[in-house]
């Protein structure tokens, strides 16, 4: 099975910063997609931030462009999500997602972390 646990959430005050950690159990040379989703309750997933391997592609949500970087560290097969200029918006329980991938764009949608909180006050 695929592990994946989150870690950095937390509470931060309206223009801060935070940064969201995901320890993998993926086989770095295998082909994925790798990254990050957010829910509030009574609404959908909402994807933030994803990169495909080998070559980092990567997609980000319209509210995260300019504010939210990704990024993979591949000696410790971690991917983080730096958050800046955070809003109240940004309040919801984060995810980190990986799927099997071919290409930039694949779905990212199989295997989920436990998640972790993040509330912008």
């Known amino acids: 099975d695929v592990q994946l646990v989150e870690s950095g959430g937390g509470s931060v005050q309206a223009g801060g910063s935070l940064r969201l950690s995901c320890a993998t159990s993926l086989n770095p040379d295998s082909r994925y997609c790798l990254g990050w989703i957010r829910q509030v309750p009574g609404k959908g997933r909402e994807g933030v931030a994803l990169?495909?391997?080998?070559?980092?592609?990567?997609y980000y949500s319209n509210s995260a462009k300019g504010r939210f970087t990704i990024s993979k560290d591949n000696t410790n097969n971690t991917v983080y999500q730096q958050m800046t200029n955070l809003t109240f918006e940004d309040t919801a329980m984060y995810f980190c997602?990986?799927?099997?991938?071919?290409?930039?764009?694949?779905?990212?949608?199989?295997?989920y972390g436990q998640g972790t909180q993040v509330t912008v006050s």
């Open positions: 997602v990986t799927d099997v991938s071919f290409k930039p764009g694949d779905p990212c949608r199989t295997h």
């Open positions: 990169l495909w391997t080998p070559d980092h592609s990567t």
